[in-house]
């Protein structure tokens, strides 16, 4: 065997295992056994991605809005927090979602006394 032919199938190797990995990398990523079904998965994640984005906005907006709050009651004499509004809003997320809901109203709170 030359060394041109020796090359040529190193390459022609190193090409099919490329392949190879990428298609079981596209195949790993979605977990779909279907190409149809990764393409479904894929736009789905993106959908998602964006759908956190926003909700990290929206929380960060609730974050700022608690804190105008918190100065406010804190500047009239009154306490950072009022616990009485804090069982409202679990109790509308519980209701919303369900038991998981109360430990992400819980999170949610956490984050907009300005604790984290």
């Not at 190797?13 to 479904?40: L, Y």
């Not at 009651?73 to 109790?91: D, Q």
């Not at 997320?93 to 998981?100: H, Q, S, V």
Request: aromatic residues 0%; contains cysteine.
């Amino acid at each position: 065997m030359t060394a041109a032919t020796t090359t040529a199938a190193a390459t022609t190797a190193t090409a099919i295992a490329t392949t190879a990995t990428t298609a079981i990398t596209a195949t790993d990523a979605t977990g779909a056994h279907t190409p149809e079904a990764a393409d479904v998965i894929t736009g789905a994640r993106e959908r998602i991605d964006a759908l956190d984005d926003r909700i990290i906005g929206l929380i960060q907006e609730r974050m700022a809005v608690s804190a105008v709050i918190q100065d406010a009651r804190i500047a009239s004499g009154g306490r950072r927090v009022n616990l009485s509004r804090e069982m409202g809003v679990l109790s509308h997320y519980r209701d919303a979602l369900g038991k998981p809901g109360t430990a992400l109203a819980m999170t949610l709170l956490e984050l907009c006394r300005g604790r984290v």
